[in-house]
């Protein structure tokens, strides 16, 4: 949608929070994503520097040009008449605020395509060695993934339920029951050496027996 539509809308909802400028400036960037949500039209962008769905590398040429003087010119219309309509001495900042909060997600859209950034999922690992030459950590790497983990009378004895009780109890059952779990093709070759396969309806998924 258009910048001036999301400035005018943004600028109308900021008109019930005059005194409050900071909420009308959430207010506003929240209301360009229910905005966007209806069905809408935009004019064409014919530079693929400014394309988001494009994002190719910045050119200087005619096209960039003409894509950022309707850009600019939709905003600055959107933003003059949302004071316009909307604006009064109390209520000034409040106003342009929420106009400029609710134009804001299509720039931030526009940064993101030139850098992209992916937040980190999950939670560091800690360090598994003391500090030490590179050398010496990358041989105990070695040795702990290529010693396997054997269960004991000492591990099953152990209190309550650590680390090497549950796997030790892991162990234990695949080695008793001869289970083995795979995907789907890991199941279809079942017959072809691994054994036969058992269908388990309520787990949803086939568990080929070793």
């Known amino acids: 949608m258009i910048l001036c539509t999301h400035a005018v ?17 959430v207010v506003g960037f929240a209301s360009h994503f229910a905005i966007d ?18 994002a190719a590398p910045i050119a200087f040429d005619r096209a960039l040009l003409r894509d950022a003087a309707a850009i600019g010119s939709d905003g600055l219309f959107g933003v003059a008449v949302a004071l316009y309509l909307f604006s009064s001495s109390a209520s000034l900042w409040a106003i342009l605020l ?36 590179r050398r010496h950590q990358c041989g105990g790497v070695r040795r702990r993934l290529s010693r396997p983990f054997v269960p004991s009378r000492k591990h099953m004895a152990l209190h309550g339920l650590p680390r090497e009780k549950v796997l030790g109890t892991v162990v234990s059952l695949l080695e008793t029951t001869l289970i083995r779990i795979g995907n789907d093709d890991y199941a279809k070759q079942g017959d072809q050496g691994r054994g036969r396969e058992v269908a388990l309806p309520s787990l949803g998924a086939d568990l080929p027996v070793a």
Do not use: K, T
């Open 9 to 25: 809308v943004g600028a109308a909802l900021a008109s019930f929070l005059p005194s409050h400028p900071a909420a009308a400036f």
């Open 37 to 54: 949500a209806i069905p809408h039209w935009d004019y064409p962008i014919r530079s693929r520097s400014v394309n988001p769905m494009i």
């Open 98 to 133: 929420g106009a400029i909060g609710a134009m804001l997600p299509d720039p931030l859209q526009f940064v993101h395509g030139r850098w992209p950034y992916e937040p980190q999922v999950g939670m560091p690992l800690p360090p598994a060695f003391p500090r030490g030459p």
